[in-house]
C-alpha cells in the first residue's frame, strides 16, 4: 500500500538557521498539505497545495513559511528564519479530493 | 473559524469494554469528519470518516455516528483491545475548504 514518505526523520537547527523539510506524496493524489503538531497537542493545520498554488494557508502560515513542488513527485516546507517556538513534528499529508488524507511519518525539528 | 472540543481527554477501559469519543463543531459548513488514530511517536492514522449526508458508518469493531442539527459526532469501538491504546483526534472540513480542524485528542487506554 503506498505510503506519503518524509525525509529527514529528525532534524536539528539553530535559531534563525533555513530549513527544509521534504515530503514525497503518493503518487496520484492531487492535493498536498503541511500540519504541525507540538509535543502533546493536537495536529495544527498550516498549508495546502493544489494546482501548483497554495489553496489554503492559516494564520501560522507567515512570509516566514514557503512551500514548492519542485518535481513530479516532491513537496518541501521552508522555514527561512527558524524560530525556537517552531519546534514541532511537521507531517505532510495528502489526499486524492480533499477528504482521506493520508499522513507520512513526520519530521522532528529541534530549534536550539 | 472551526473551534472542535473533544471529550474525554483520557479514556481508560477494560479488554473487551466499549468506548466512546465525542466531539462537538461550531461550523454548520462543516462536511467531512474524519477520526485519526495516532501511537506514540507515529503519524496520524486515518482509521474512519464519515460525510454530512450520513448519519453512520461502521467498520468491523469501530463506528462513527453525526448529528448534523447538534453538531457532535462520536467514535464506537466496541470489543476493545490492548492494540487499541493510543491517542484519537476528530476532525472537521468544511464544505469549500481543505483543511482539517482537529480535537484535542483523547488517550484511550485498555488494560488487558
Known amino acids: 500500500e503506498p505510503e506519503v514518505t518524509q525525509t529527514p526523520s529528525h532534524q536539528v537547527t539553530q535559531m534563525g538557521q533555513e530549513v527544509i523539510l521534504r515530503c514525497v506524496p503518493i503518487s496520484n493524489h492531487l492535493y498536498f498539505y503541511w500540519y504541525r503538531q507540538i509535543l502533546g497537542q493536537k495536529v495544527e493545520f498550516l498549508v495546502s497545495?493544489?494546482?501548483?498554488?497554495?489553496?489554503?494557508k492559516s494564520e501560522i502560515f507567515d512570509d516566514q513559511f514557503s512551500v514548492e513542488r519542485p518535481d513530479g513527485s516532491n513537496f518541501t516546507l521552508k522555514i527561512r528564519s527558524t524560530k525556537l517556538e517552531d519546534s514541532a513534528m511537521y507531517f505532510c499529508?495528502?489526499?486524492?479530493?480533499?477528504?482521506?488524507?493520508?499522513f507520512g511519518p513526520g519530521t522532528r525539528l529541534t530549534v536550539t | 473559524g472551526e473551534n472542535v472540543e473533544q471529550h474525554p481527554s483520557t479514556l481508560s477501559v477494560q479488554e473487551g469494554d466499549s468506548a466512546v469519543i465525542k466531539c462537538t463543531y461550531s461550523?454548520?459548513?462543516?462536511?467531512?469528519f474524519p477520526w485519526y488514530k495516532q501511537e506514540l511517536g507515529k503519524r496520524p492514522q486515518l482509521i474512519i470518516d464519515?460525510?454530512?449526508?450520513?448519519g453512520e458508518k461502521k467498520d468491523q469493531r469501530i463506528a462513527v455516528t453525526l448529528n448534523k442539527t447538534a453538531k457532535h459526532f462520536s467514535l464506537h469501538i466496541t470489543e476493545t483491545q490492548p492494540e487499541d491504546s493510543a491517542v484519537y483526534f476528530c476532525a472537521t472540513r468544511e464544505t469549500s475548504g481543505s483543511r482539517l480542524t482537529f480535537g484535542e485528542g483523547t488517550q484511550l487506554t485498555v488494560n488487558p
Open positions: 499529508a495528502s489526499s486524492a479530493n480533499r477528504d482521506e488524507q493520508y
Open positions: 497545495f493544489y494546482n501548483n498554488e497554495i489553496s489554503e
Open positions: 461550523d454548520s459548513a462543516s462536511n467531512y
Open positions: 464519515i460525510r454530512s449526508n450520513v
